[in-house]
């Protein structure tokens, strides 16, 4: 099993514009913009648990979904550095929307999919 600490700075150093759902507004200053749900998917990967989901409450009242991880009871939400300070994140819930699991649900999206399979990549080269 991987050291957390170890994991955590491997893909926080794998993220980019192209691992990012929001390239646009992705930037070195923010580089955990878009990138929860794989994030999520990598850390399940290594460290199991459950993906959440859950919907961010910006400061002026927009909700962006946010996904992290459920780990032994603890939540681990390594991505919540891109929303602004004072945003509230709801302890959140699986999201299924008729799959087995959060995981199945947010690898069904072949966008989705493919920016994990890049992150996946990344961050095992890091931690080679």
């Known amino acids: 099993m991987v050291d957390e600490v170890r994991l955590e700075k491997a893909i926080m150093k794998s993220w980019c514009s192209e691992t990012s759902l929001d390239s646009e507004n992705w930037s070195e200053k923010n580089p955990a913009c878009g990138q929860c749900a794989i994030t999520a998917l990598v850390l399940n990967d290594y460290l199991g648990g459950k993906i959440i989901q859950s919907d961010a409450i910006l400061l002026d009242g927009r909700t962006e979904s946010h996904y992290f991880n ?3 009871g603890e939540q681990i939400d390594i991505t919540r550095r891109q929303f602004p300070e004072g945003t509230l ?3 959140g819930m699986p ?3 008729g799959f087995d699991s959060t995981r199945e649900y947010v ?3 072949k966008k989705t999919r493919d ?3 890049i992150l996946k990549a990344m ?3 890091s931690l080679s």
């Open 70 to 72: 459920s780990i032994g």
């Open 89 to 91: 994140i709801p302890t």
């Open 95 to 97: 999201k299924k929307k």
């Open 107 to 109: 690898l069904s999206s």
């Open 115 to 117: 920016r994990y399979e």
């Open 123 to 125: 961050v095992e080269v």
